[in-house]
């Protein structure tokens, strides 16, 4: 049988080796969703080039104002639609990060939570008598501190979808305004 400071000592080490775990995920998975967004970067900056490239070639080739304002109208619509693409890729790199975040957070801290009433049950079988109010005032510490988790995670992932919301209304309306402005070049 483990004396109480035994196992408040072995709860401690296995808490900070799960927070460290914890944090090295997260680190990991931080370092992934960068990987990807300069992915994306590298490689919208390099087909951005290579058609900025094509385009500027092909307008000194124009003939005639009609045919130069023919040639820049012509290349509006498609950059608007990369524009689009790009915004709506960017928003997928970053929810899929933000719900792996969460994901190993929530899975972290339900883990916590269980080995932390685990050692509080261990405690409570080998309390001596008359502990009953530490005990209590212990297991409504711990009823309060699952709370203020439980309520985090859920402004957590309240302000999470907020931030969805607007970085796809921001790609929705740049996506209108777009294709109301590609329109009228056109014309």
Do not use: C, W
């Amino acid at each position: 049988m483990f004396s109480i400071p035994e196992q408040f000592s072995s709860a401690t080490k296995t808490n900070l080796e799960a927070q460290f775990a914890l944090f090295s995920s997260l680190t990991s998975k931080a370092f992934e969703g960068i990987e990807k967004i300069v992915e994306l970067n590298l490689t919208a900056a390099k087909a951005t080039l290579e058609e900025s490239t094509a385009a500027a070639k092909q307008l000194l080739s124009a003939k005639d104002p009609q045919e130069f304002f023919s040639l820049s109208a012509a290349q509006a619509q498609p950059s608007a639609e990369k524009a689009v693409a790009y915004g709506r890729h960017l928003v997928a790199i970053t929810s899929g990060t933000q719900a792996e975040f969460s994901k190993a957070a929530e899975s972290q801290i339900a883990e916590t939570n269980r080995k932390v009433l685990s050692l509080v049950e261990e405690v409570t079988k080998n309390a001596p008598a008359g502990s009953e109010n530490a005990v209590a005032m212990l297991k409504s510490a711990i009823g309060n501190a699952n709370a203020g988790y439980e309520q985090f995670s859920k402004t957590s992932k309240q302000a999470v979808e907020t931030i969805e919301a607007n970085l796809t209304s921001a790609v929705n309306q740049f996506t209108q305004a777009a294709e109301k402005a590609v329109p009228r070049t056109a014309k």
